[in-house]
């Protein structure tokens, strides 16, 4: 199964002032064979076909990953798990200030991005490891070295 990592550089006033704390990338994306996972602040978590969503967002980056279908099944039955929680508004902010603990119920683009990254990898983590506060950049440094 493939996983395909997205990063986004928009122009939005948001999408400006996340890039002031993460250089380059202001959002990150999940597709999944032909589905889009992505954490929006509107919206919460949503899930998206691939033909819909390629048609209304700009990518700069991406990777891809293989895995497994045991595991990739596992993984979307995660993501989808994660559809229509809220948006972590103040947990973007953790990624600069640690005393912000990550919240289970909610989450940003770059923070679903990480918890995925920890799956597809087999790294054990909780709801709310601080380790998965990364920014969209950060996150991106750290699917690099995979």
């Given at each position: ?9 928009g122009d ?118 601080y380790n ?15």
């Amino acid at each position: 199964m493939k996983v395909t990592f997205q990063a986004h550089r928009g122009d939005a006033l948001l999408s400006r002032a996340i890039r002031l704390l993460s250089p380059k990338y202001n959002h990150i994306s999940i597709r999944v064979e032909n589905e889009v996972f992505e954490a929006h602040i509107k919206t919460g978590v949503t899930k998206t076909p691939y033909k819909i969503w390629k048609g209304k967002t700009s990518v700069v980056a991406k990777q891809e990953l293989f895995i497994d279908d045991i595991k990739g099944l596992k993984l979307v039955k995660f993501l989808n798990e994660q559809v229509g929680k809220k948006y972590d508004t103040l947990g973007i902010f953790g990624f600069v200030w640690m005393f912000i603990e990550p919240r289970k119920d909610r989450w940003y683009c770059s923070e679903l991005s990480q918890v995925t990254l920890y799956k597809i990898l087999g790294i054990r983590s909780t709801a709310n490891d601080y380790n998965q506060k990364v920014s969209p950049y950060q996150f991106w440094r750290n699917l690099r070295t995979v």
